[in-house]
C-alpha cells in the first residue's frame, strides 16, 4: 500500500528555490555582461560577428 511522503518544511522549500533563483540571477547577469561587451566591441567571445560573416563568403 501506498505512503504519503514526510511534508517539507517551508524553510528547506525557501532555502531551495532561493539557490534556484540565484543561479538564475547570476547567469542573467553573466548574459548581460556578454551582450554588452559585445556591443562595445570589446569582447573576445568565439562567434563571429556579423561583418565577419559576411567577409566570408
Do not use: C, D, F, N
Given at each position: 500500500?501506498?505512503?504519503?511522503?514526510?511534508?517539507?518544511?517551508?524553510?528547506k522549500r525557501d532555502k531551495r528555490r532561493a539557490t534556484w533563483?540565484?543561479?538564475?540571477?547570476?547567469?542573467?547577469?553573466k548574459a548581460l555582461?556578454?551582450?554588452k561587451s559585445i556591443l562595445t566591441g570589446?569582447?573576445?567571445f568565439?562567434?563571429?560577428s556579423a561583418e565577419e560573416e559576411g567577409?566570408?563568403?
Open positions: 500500500m501506498a505512503v504519503p511522503k514526510k511534508k517539507t518544511s517551508k524553510s533563483r540565484h543561479k538564475a540571477t547570476i547567469q542573467a547577469q555582461s556578454l551582450g570589446r569582447s573576445t568565439v562567434y563571429p567577409e566570408e563568403e
